[in-house]
Protein backbone atom coordinates (compact mmCIF):
# COMPACT_ATOMS: atom_id res chain seq x y z
CA UNK A 1 0.00 0.00 0.00
CA UNK A 2 1.99 3.18 -1.35
CA UNK A 3 2.40 5.75 2.05
CA UNK A 4 -0.01 8.84 2.13
CA UNK A 5 -1.05 11.56 4.34
CA UNK A 6 -4.31 13.75 4.31
CA UNK A 7 -3.64 17.13 4.76
CA UNK A 8 -6.68 19.54 5.60
CA UNK A 9 -6.81 23.15 4.03
CA UNK A 10 -8.72 25.61 5.65
CA UNK A 11 -9.11 26.44 1.58
CA UNK A 12 -9.09 23.86 -0.64
CA UNK A 13 -10.34 21.03 2.25
CA UNK A 14 -8.25 17.96 1.16
CA UNK A 15 -4.77 17.56 -0.37
CA UNK A 16 -3.16 14.30 -0.54
CA UNK A 17 0.55 13.75 -0.62
CA UNK A 18 1.78 10.37 -1.69
CA UNK A 19 4.73 9.43 -3.81
CA UNK A 20 7.63 12.46 -4.93
CA UNK A 21 4.44 14.94 -3.64
CA UNK A 22 4.93 13.12 0.00
CA UNK A 23 8.79 12.92 0.17
CA UNK A 24 9.63 16.51 -1.21
CA UNK A 25 7.11 18.50 1.11
CA UNK A 26 9.85 17.03 4.01
CA UNK A 27 12.61 18.06 2.51
CA UNK A 28 14.33 20.99 4.92
CA UNK A 29 14.20 23.14 1.48
CA UNK A 30 10.17 22.42 1.40
CA UNK A 31 9.99 22.61 5.49
CA UNK A 32 11.52 26.21 5.05
CA UNK A 33 9.03 27.74 3.51
CA UNK A 34 6.46 26.98 6.47
CA UNK A 35 8.62 29.94 8.68
CA UNK A 36 8.05 32.21 5.64
CA UNK A 37 4.92 35.06 5.34
CA UNK A 38 3.07 34.55 2.32
CA UNK A 39 2.35 37.97 2.13
CA UNK A 40 5.81 39.45 3.93
CA UNK A 41 5.29 42.08 6.82
CA UNK A 42 1.30 42.48 5.77
CA UNK A 43 0.23 41.06 9.02
CA UNK A 44 0.78 44.54 10.45
CA UNK A 45 -1.74 45.77 8.34
CA UNK A 46 -4.05 43.16 8.43
CA UNK A 47 -3.42 40.74 11.90
CA UNK A 48 -4.86 37.31 10.40
CA UNK A 49 -2.27 37.35 7.53
CA UNK A 50 0.37 34.78 8.98
CA UNK A 51 -0.40 32.23 6.33
CA UNK A 52 2.81 30.38 5.10
CA UNK A 53 4.59 29.81 1.69
CA UNK A 54 4.50 26.02 2.65
CA UNK A 55 0.55 26.41 2.72
CA UNK A 56 0.44 28.16 -0.63
CA UNK A 57 2.99 25.92 -2.19
CA UNK A 58 0.78 22.97 -0.88
CA UNK A 59 -2.28 24.71 -2.34
CA UNK A 60 -1.12 25.31 -5.77
CA UNK A 61 0.30 21.39 -6.51
CA UNK A 62 -3.62 20.61 -5.44
CA UNK A 63 -4.68 23.36 -7.95
CA UNK A 64 -2.25 22.44 -10.67
CA UNK A 65 -3.67 18.93 -9.90
CA UNK A 66 -7.58 19.93 -10.36
CA UNK A 67 -6.58 21.43 -13.93
CA UNK A 68 -4.30 18.51 -14.74
CA UNK A 69 -7.20 16.31 -14.24
CA UNK A 70 -9.77 18.78 -15.91
CA UNK A 71 -7.58 19.01 -19.08
CA UNK A 72 -7.60 14.66 -18.54
CA UNK A 73 -3.22 14.96 -18.97
CA UNK A 74 -1.93 11.26 -18.31
CA UNK A 75 -0.69 10.70 -14.95
CA UNK A 76 2.77 11.42 -15.53
CA UNK A 77 2.22 14.89 -16.68
CA UNK A 78 -0.38 15.57 -13.47
CA UNK A 79 2.96 14.47 -10.59
CA UNK A 80 4.64 16.78 -12.87
CA UNK A 81 2.66 19.92 -12.48
CA UNK A 82 1.87 18.93 -9.00
CA UNK A 83 5.54 18.39 -8.49
CA UNK A 84 6.34 21.98 -9.83
CA UNK A 85 3.47 23.41 -7.86
CA UNK A 86 5.09 22.53 -4.67
CA UNK A 87 8.72 23.73 -5.46
CA UNK A 88 7.56 26.92 -7.31
CA UNK A 89 8.85 29.26 -3.96
CA UNK A 90 11.62 27.32 -2.78
CA UNK A 91 14.18 29.85 -3.72
CA UNK A 92 11.94 32.99 -1.47
CA UNK A 93 14.16 34.41 0.80
CA UNK A 94 12.72 36.04 4.49
CA UNK A 95 9.53 37.67 4.63
CA UNK A 96 8.84 36.14 0.90
CA UNK A 97 9.00 39.40 -1.34
CA UNK A 98 10.02 42.15 0.83
CA UNK A 99 14.08 41.42 0.71
CA UNK A 100 13.89 40.28 -2.69
CA UNK A 101 15.25 43.41 -4.02
CA UNK A 102 18.31 43.47 -1.40
CA UNK A 103 19.38 39.68 -1.94
CA UNK A 104 18.90 40.20 -5.73
CA UNK A 105 21.21 43.25 -5.40
CA UNK A 106 24.04 41.39 -3.66
CA UNK A 107 23.89 37.87 -5.15
CA UNK A 108 22.42 38.87 -8.26
CA UNK A 109 19.46 36.10 -8.78
CA UNK A 110 15.91 36.72 -7.95
CA UNK A 111 14.12 33.88 -6.28
CA UNK A 112 12.75 32.16 -9.34
CA UNK A 113 16.43 31.58 -10.37
CA UNK A 114 17.39 30.51 -6.99
CA UNK A 115 14.47 27.89 -7.37
CA UNK A 116 15.32 26.51 -10.64
CA UNK A 117 19.25 25.94 -9.36
CA UNK A 118 18.06 24.31 -6.00
CA UNK A 119 15.71 22.03 -8.26
CA UNK A 120 18.77 21.33 -10.63
CA UNK A 121 20.97 20.68 -7.95
CA UNK A 122 23.05 23.58 -8.97
CA UNK A 123 23.36 24.84 -5.60
CA UNK A 124 24.21 22.87 -2.93
CA UNK A 125 20.99 22.29 -0.68
CA UNK A 126 20.36 24.49 2.35
CA UNK A 127 23.50 24.89 4.62
CA UNK A 128 21.77 24.27 8.37
CA UNK A 129 25.07 23.66 9.67
CA UNK A 130 23.78 27.14 11.70
CA UNK A 131 20.76 25.14 13.44
CA UNK A 132 22.44 23.44 16.89
CA UNK A 133 21.32 19.54 16.62
CA UNK A 134 20.76 19.42 12.90
CA UNK A 135 23.78 17.56 12.37
CA UNK A 136 21.91 14.89 14.44
CA UNK A 137 18.70 14.09 12.36
CA UNK A 138 18.97 12.46 9.19
CA UNK A 139 18.70 14.50 6.32
CA UNK A 140 17.21 12.45 3.97
CA UNK A 141 17.69 12.63 -0.24
CA UNK A 142 18.52 15.73 -2.16
CA UNK A 143 15.55 17.23 -4.50
CA UNK A 144 17.12 16.54 -7.42
CA UNK A 145 17.50 12.81 -6.07
CA UNK A 146 14.16 12.36 -5.37
CA UNK A 147 12.53 13.68 -8.54
CA UNK A 148 15.04 11.20 -10.41
CA UNK A 149 13.77 8.74 -8.53
CA UNK A 150 10.40 9.11 -9.27
CA UNK A 151 11.78 9.55 -13.24
CA UNK A 152 10.86 13.07 -12.89
CA UNK A 153 13.79 15.52 -14.93
CA UNK A 154 14.72 17.75 -12.58
CA UNK A 155 15.68 20.26 -15.19
CA UNK A 156 11.83 19.97 -16.31
CA UNK A 157 10.38 20.71 -13.14
CA UNK A 158 12.33 23.95 -13.24
CA UNK A 159 11.40 24.81 -16.68
CA UNK A 160 8.13 24.79 -16.04
CA UNK A 161 8.31 27.50 -13.20
CA UNK A 162 10.55 29.58 -15.01
CA UNK A 163 9.18 29.68 -18.65
CA UNK A 164 6.52 31.74 -18.52
CA UNK A 165 3.91 29.84 -20.96
CA UNK A 166 6.33 28.58 -23.21
CA UNK A 167 6.04 25.28 -25.11
CA UNK A 168 7.49 22.63 -24.06
CA UNK A 169 10.06 20.74 -26.88
CA UNK A 170 8.27 17.70 -28.84
CA UNK A 171 9.87 15.51 -31.21
CA UNK A 172 6.93 16.02 -33.57
CA UNK A 173 7.66 14.68 -37.17
CA UNK A 174 3.52 15.33 -38.76
CA UNK A 175 1.30 17.85 -37.97
CA UNK A 176 -2.03 16.77 -35.54
CA UNK A 177 -5.50 17.02 -36.86
CA UNK A 178 -7.98 18.48 -33.61
CA UNK A 179 -11.80 19.68 -34.87
CA UNK A 180 -10.81 19.74 -38.16
CA UNK A 181 -7.67 21.76 -37.85
CA UNK A 182 -3.92 20.88 -37.91
CA UNK A 183 -1.50 22.00 -35.93
CA UNK A 184 2.04 21.62 -34.72
CA UNK A 185 1.88 19.73 -31.31
CA UNK A 186 3.30 20.93 -28.36
CA UNK A 187 2.71 20.91 -24.61
CA UNK A 188 2.66 24.61 -23.80
CA UNK A 189 -0.51 23.56 -21.30
CA UNK A 190 2.30 22.43 -18.71
CA UNK A 191 3.79 25.87 -18.37
CA UNK A 192 0.70 27.54 -18.47
CA UNK A 193 -0.17 25.62 -15.62
CA UNK A 194 2.48 26.61 -13.43
CA UNK A 195 3.13 30.73 -14.64
CA UNK A 196 1.12 32.26 -16.69
CA UNK A 197 -2.02 34.89 -17.26
CA UNK A 198 -4.18 32.24 -15.50
CA UNK A 199 -1.76 29.92 -13.11
CA UNK A 200 -2.33 27.59 -10.40
CA UNK A 201 -0.39 30.03 -7.93
CA UNK A 202 -2.38 32.43 -8.90
CA UNK A 203 -5.98 30.96 -8.10
CA UNK A 204 -4.59 29.97 -5.05
CA UNK A 205 -3.08 33.06 -3.64
CA UNK A 206 -6.10 34.89 -4.63
CA UNK A 207 -8.23 32.73 -2.23
CA UNK A 208 -6.07 32.18 0.17
CA UNK A 209 -4.95 36.01 0.73
CA UNK A 210 -8.12 36.91 0.59
CA UNK A 211 -9.20 34.81 3.02
CA UNK A 212 -6.15 35.42 5.94
CA UNK A 213 -6.20 38.89 5.41
CA UNK A 214 -10.03 38.85 5.96
CA UNK A 215 -10.42 41.58 2.45
CA UNK A 216 -13.38 40.36 0.24
CA UNK A 217 -12.02 40.52 -2.73
CA UNK A 218 -9.80 38.11 -4.04
CA UNK A 219 -12.75 35.61 -4.22
CA UNK A 220 -12.62 33.26 -7.15
CA UNK A 221 -14.97 31.10 -8.79
CA UNK A 222 -12.51 27.92 -9.06
CA UNK A 223 -14.62 25.30 -9.56
CA UNK A 224 -16.60 27.17 -12.62
CA UNK A 225 -12.86 28.14 -14.02
CA UNK A 226 -11.84 24.50 -13.32
CA UNK A 227 -14.50 22.84 -15.10
CA UNK A 228 -14.39 24.85 -17.96
CA UNK A 229 -10.65 24.82 -18.91
CA UNK A 230 -9.96 22.91 -22.24
CA UNK A 231 -7.20 21.71 -23.78
CA UNK A 232 -6.70 22.63 -27.26
CA UNK A 233 -3.91 22.50 -29.85
CA UNK A 234 -1.61 22.03 -27.15
CA UNK A 235 -2.69 25.31 -25.07
CA UNK A 236 -4.85 25.37 -22.29
CA UNK A 237 -7.71 27.69 -22.95
CA UNK A 238 -11.37 28.51 -21.19
CA UNK A 239 -14.67 27.49 -22.93
CA UNK A 240 -16.76 30.64 -23.51
CA UNK A 241 -19.22 29.58 -20.74
CA UNK A 242 -16.10 30.54 -18.09
CA UNK A 243 -15.55 33.82 -18.93
CA UNK A 244 -17.43 35.16 -15.97
CA UNK A 245 -15.04 33.09 -13.81
CA UNK A 246 -12.35 34.78 -15.36
CA UNK A 247 -13.42 38.04 -15.46
CA UNK A 248 -13.69 37.81 -11.67
CA UNK A 249 -10.84 36.46 -11.53
CA UNK A 250 -9.35 39.17 -12.91
CA UNK A 251 -10.98 42.04 -10.78
CA UNK A 252 -10.54 39.93 -7.96
CA UNK A 253 -6.47 40.13 -9.15
CA UNK A 254 -6.90 43.78 -9.66
CA UNK A 255 -8.53 44.74 -6.09
CA UNK A 256 -6.37 42.69 -3.68
CA UNK A 257 -2.85 44.46 -5.49
CA UNK A 258 -4.36 47.89 -4.68
CA UNK A 259 -5.95 47.25 -1.50
CA UNK A 260 -3.78 44.72 0.43
CA UNK A 261 -0.23 44.01 -1.86
CA UNK A 262 0.24 47.67 -2.40
CA UNK A 263 -1.35 48.77 1.09
CA UNK A 264 0.42 51.56 1.84
CA UNK A 265 1.46 50.66 5.90
CA UNK A 266 2.10 47.33 4.23
CA UNK A 267 4.71 49.08 1.72
CA UNK A 268 6.65 50.85 4.55
CA UNK A 269 7.33 48.40 6.94
CA UNK A 270 8.54 45.99 3.99
CA UNK A 271 10.61 49.88 2.77
CA UNK A 272 11.91 49.92 6.60
CA UNK A 273 12.65 46.31 6.42
CA UNK A 274 14.83 46.57 3.36
CA UNK A 275 16.70 49.76 4.48
CA UNK A 276 17.63 48.07 8.11
CA UNK A 277 18.88 44.97 5.52
CA UNK A 278 20.90 46.88 3.39
CA UNK A 279 23.08 48.69 6.66
CA UNK A 280 24.22 44.76 6.90
CA UNK A 281 27.57 43.47 5.78
CA UNK A 282 27.83 40.52 2.45
CA UNK A 283 28.73 38.45 5.55
CA UNK A 284 25.85 39.51 8.22
CA UNK A 285 22.92 39.36 5.02
CA UNK A 286 24.44 35.93 3.57
CA UNK A 287 23.88 34.80 7.01
CA UNK A 288 20.43 36.06 6.95
CA UNK A 289 19.19 34.65 3.72
CA UNK A 290 18.65 31.10 4.87
CA UNK A 291 16.64 32.16 7.88
CA UNK A 292 12.67 31.93 8.85
CA UNK A 293 11.15 35.28 9.84
CA UNK A 294 11.10 34.74 13.10
CA UNK A 295 14.57 34.47 13.36
CA UNK A 296 15.25 38.02 11.39
CA UNK A 297 14.66 40.98 13.65
CA UNK A 298 16.39 39.00 16.55
CA UNK A 299 19.29 38.98 14.60
CA UNK A 300 19.21 42.15 12.70
CA UNK A 301 19.25 43.75 16.56
CA UNK A 302 21.61 41.34 17.66
CA UNK A 303 23.50 43.32 14.71
CA UNK A 304 22.88 46.70 16.27
CA UNK A 305 23.33 50.03 15.05
CA UNK A 306 20.44 51.46 12.21
CA UNK A 307 19.39 47.41 11.33
CA UNK A 308 18.87 47.07 14.95
CA UNK A 309 16.74 50.06 15.83
CA UNK A 310 14.57 49.36 12.57
CA UNK A 311 14.37 45.77 13.78
CA UNK A 312 13.22 47.66 17.37
CA UNK A 313 10.91 49.69 15.53
CA UNK A 314 8.92 46.59 13.31
CA UNK A 315 9.17 44.26 16.44
CA UNK A 316 6.68 46.73 18.90
CA UNK A 317 5.50 48.60 15.31
CA UNK A 318 6.85 51.72 15.40
CA UNK A 319 5.92 52.12 12.21
CA UNK A 320 7.33 55.37 10.00
CA UNK A 321 3.87 57.64 8.55
CA UNK A 322 3.10 58.82 5.73
CA UNK A 323 4.14 62.19 4.94
CA UNK A 324 3.41 63.08 1.45
CA UNK A 325 2.26 60.83 -1.45
CA UNK A 326 1.27 61.62 -5.25
CA UNK A 327 -2.03 59.50 -5.92
CA UNK A 328 -1.64 57.54 -9.15
CA UNK A 329 -4.84 58.41 -9.92
CA UNK A 330 -3.17 61.51 -11.64
CA UNK A 331 -1.10 59.57 -13.78
CA UNK A 332 -3.63 58.22 -15.96
CA UNK A 333 -5.55 61.38 -16.91
CA UNK A 334 -5.28 63.28 -19.94
CA UNK A 335 -4.13 66.31 -18.59
CA UNK A 336 -1.36 68.02 -19.72
CA UNK A 337 0.70 67.60 -16.23
CA UNK A 338 0.52 63.61 -16.84
CA UNK A 339 3.51 63.70 -19.26
CA UNK A 340 5.76 65.63 -16.23
CA UNK A 341 4.57 63.32 -14.02
CA UNK A 342 6.05 60.33 -15.79
CA UNK A 343 8.38 61.72 -16.22
CA UNK A 344 9.16 62.46 -12.61
CA UNK A 345 8.53 59.18 -11.37
CA UNK A 346 10.78 57.56 -14.03
CA UNK A 347 13.71 60.07 -12.51
CA UNK A 348 13.50 59.28 -8.92
CA UNK A 349 12.81 55.60 -9.75
CA UNK A 350 16.42 55.26 -10.16
CA UNK A 351 18.58 54.43 -7.14
CA UNK A 352 21.08 57.05 -7.00
CA UNK A 353 18.30 59.88 -7.35
CA UNK A 354 16.28 58.19 -4.75
CA UNK A 355 19.35 58.55 -2.34
CA UNK A 356 20.15 62.14 -3.52
CA UNK A 357 16.44 63.20 -2.71
CA UNK A 358 16.26 61.36 1.00
CA UNK A 359 19.81 62.78 1.54
CA UNK A 360 18.30 66.18 0.81
CA UNK A 361 14.55 65.88 2.42
CA UNK A 362 16.74 65.14 5.59
CA UNK A 363 19.21 67.66 5.75
CA UNK A 364 16.15 70.20 4.85
CA UNK A 365 13.98 69.25 7.86
CA UNK A 366 16.54 67.72 9.87
CA UNK A 367 16.19 63.93 10.43
CA UNK A 368 18.75 62.16 10.99
CA UNK A 369 19.99 59.71 7.77
CA UNK A 370 18.15 56.57 7.13
CA UNK A 371 14.87 58.38 8.55
CA UNK A 372 12.97 59.36 5.27
CA UNK A 373 11.84 57.04 2.91
CA UNK A 374 11.55 57.66 -0.48
CA UNK A 375 9.31 54.83 -2.18
CA UNK A 376 8.78 54.92 -6.02
CA UNK A 377 7.45 51.18 -7.18
CA UNK A 378 8.64 50.34 -10.41
CA UNK A 379 7.13 52.87 -12.74
CA UNK A 380 5.16 50.45 -15.16
CA UNK A 381 3.58 49.48 -11.76
CA UNK A 382 2.45 53.27 -11.64
CA UNK A 383 0.28 52.43 -14.62
CA UNK A 384 -0.58 48.47 -13.92
CA UNK A 385 1.17 46.03 -12.45
CA UNK A 386 2.89 43.78 -15.32
CA UNK A 387 0.65 40.50 -13.80
CA UNK A 388 -2.48 42.80 -14.45
CA UNK A 389 -1.63 43.45 -18.23
CA UNK A 390 -1.79 39.35 -18.61
CA UNK A 391 -5.43 38.98 -19.96
CA UNK A 392 -3.85 36.58 -22.75
CA UNK A 393 -6.11 33.73 -21.76
CA UNK A 394 -7.82 31.97 -24.53
CA UNK A 395 -11.04 31.55 -24.83
CA UNK A 396 -12.53 27.89 -27.08
CA UNK A 397 -15.98 28.87 -28.51
CA UNK A 398 -16.92 29.37 -32.04
CA UNK A 399 -12.89 30.27 -32.64
CA UNK A 400 -10.30 30.59 -30.34
CA UNK A 401 -9.98 34.31 -29.16
CA UNK A 402 -8.39 36.63 -26.48
CA UNK A 403 -10.14 37.26 -23.59
CA UNK A 404 -9.27 41.01 -24.07
CA UNK A 405 -10.47 41.09 -26.91
CA UNK A 406 -14.04 39.47 -26.19
CA UNK A 407 -14.38 41.31 -22.85
CA UNK A 408 -14.43 45.25 -22.47
CA UNK A 409 -13.72 44.67 -18.49
CA UNK A 410 -10.48 42.42 -19.24
CA UNK A 411 -9.39 45.74 -21.57
CA UNK A 412 -10.72 47.97 -18.54
CA UNK A 413 -8.55 46.50 -16.62
CA UNK A 414 -5.76 46.63 -18.46
CA UNK A 415 -5.85 50.39 -17.93
CA UNK A 416 -6.82 50.20 -14.02
CA UNK A 417 -3.59 51.18 -12.14
CA UNK A 418 -2.92 48.35 -9.47
CA UNK A 419 -0.90 50.98 -7.32
CA UNK A 420 -3.08 53.57 -5.61
CA UNK A 421 -0.10 56.22 -5.90
CA UNK A 422 3.15 56.68 -7.44
CA UNK A 423 5.91 58.21 -5.06
CA UNK A 424 5.49 58.44 -1.16
CA UNK A 425 7.74 59.60 1.19
CA UNK A 426 7.46 58.19 4.57
CA UNK A 427 9.43 59.15 8.35
CA UNK A 428 8.99 58.65 11.85
CA UNK A 429 5.69 60.65 13.16
CA UNK A 430 7.67 63.26 14.78
CA UNK A 431 9.20 64.59 11.83
CA UNK A 432 6.04 63.82 9.83
CA UNK A 433 5.28 67.74 9.26
CA UNK A 434 8.59 69.05 8.33
CA UNK A 435 9.08 66.00 5.76
CA UNK A 436 6.02 66.73 4.21
CA UNK A 437 6.92 70.40 4.00
CA UNK A 438 9.85 70.30 2.51
CA UNK A 439 8.60 66.64 0.28
CA UNK A 440 5.58 68.90 -1.17
CA UNK A 441 8.54 71.23 -2.81
CA UNK A 442 11.48 68.95 -3.67
CA UNK A 443 8.85 66.79 -5.65
CA UNK A 444 6.58 68.52 -7.79
CA UNK A 445 5.66 68.78 -11.19
Known amino acids: MKKRKIINDPVHGTIVLEGPL ?57 TLVRVAGLLHDLGHGPYSHTLESVFHERIGMDHMEITSELITGKVEPWDLHWWEGYENLDRGRSIPEIL ?11 GLICQEGEAVETEQKTLKVQDG ?32 TGVAYGIVDLDRIVQTSILF ?3 MMIQKRGISALEGMLVARSLMYSSVYFHKTARISESMMCRG ?12 WKLSDGEVLPLMRKFGGYAGD ?11 KLAFRIESEYITGADTSSLELRELVGRISRPEETARIEREIEKKASVPEGYVIVDV ?30 SPLARALQKRPSVPWCISVSCPEKYKKDVKRVSSTLISV
Not at 310 to 320: D, S
Open 233 to 235: HGE
Open 377 to 406: PDPSLTLSEPRLKRTDIKIHADRVEYLSRI
Open 148 to 158: ESFDLDPAEVA
Open 277 to 288: ARALSDQQLEEM
Open 310 to 320: IATRLRFRRLF
Open 22 to 78: LELAQTPEVMRLTGIHQLGMAYLVFPGAHHKRFEHSLGTSHVAGLLASALELPPEEA
Open 181 to 212: QSYFSSRRYLPQIIHSALDADQLDFLLRDSRY
